[in-house]
């Protein structure tokens, strides 16, 4: 849950607590039914509201993924290609999450050596690596995973090489907070 929705969790069950309280002190003084039934329908109203705040902080956090892409892999008697995949980075305070598929044209068999690279907006090499991707189910391999601290927010491009036997890569980043 990020601070802009506790802050408004906090200010809403505040307010509605105010709310509350004067139509109590208003109900001891005056006893109306019809002000019980306003302090009743604004109760549910705030709660509402609240319910509301919390199922989308919820939606954020179990949402989709920030940025996901499929990048093809080489053609037909070419042992690799490198792909280059911009994608977005907005928040700098979060630690993002690379997650690389390799999948096969038809069956994934054996291991895929994965080359990456991800360079900032300046040119600056954030992360660099080497991964071996095992044969899966069916056409996907192993998902592989690597973890990187953006500096800089803007398009940030990742290089990708794809051996020979690799039909596409499906490229998925997230923000984790």
């Not at 001891?28 to 019809?34: H, M, T, Y």
């Given at each position: 849950m990020e601070l802009s929705d506790i802050v408004a969790l906090a200010a809403l069950a505040g307010f509605g607590l105010v709310v509350y309280l004067g139509f109590a002190v208003l109900l001891?003084?005056?006893?109306?039914?019809?002000l019980k039934m306003i302090r009743l329908m604004l109760l549910l109203s705030i709660g509402m509201a609240m319910a509301g705040i919390g199922i989308r902080a919820w939606v954020k956090m179990k949402g989709p993924p920030d940025f996901a892409t499929?990048?093809?892999?080489?053609?037909?008697?070419?042992e690799s290609i490198t792909q280059v995949v911009e994608f977005p980075v907005n928040d700098t305070s979060s630690t993002h999450v690379v997650e690389l598929t390799p999948m096969a044209l038809q069956i994934a068999i054996g291991t895929a050596r994965i080359v990456d690279r991800v360079y900032d907006p300046e040119g600056k090499v954030l992360s660099e690596g080497t991964q071996?991707?095992?044969?899966?189910?069916?056409?996907?391999?192993?998902?592989?995973?690597?973890?990187?601290?953006?500096?800089?927010?803007?398009?940030?491009?990742?290089?990708?090489?794809?051996?020979k036997g690799v039909d596409q890569v499906r490229v998925v980043v997230k923000e984790v907070r």
């Open positions: 001891l003084k005056k006893p109306n039914p019809s499929m990048t093809p892999g080489p053609a037909q008697g070419v071996i991707a095992t044969g899966g189910e069916g056409k996907e391999y192993q998902t592989l995973r690597f973890s990187l601290d953006a500096a800089m927010a803007g398009s940030h491009k990742l290089f990708v090489e794809i051996p």
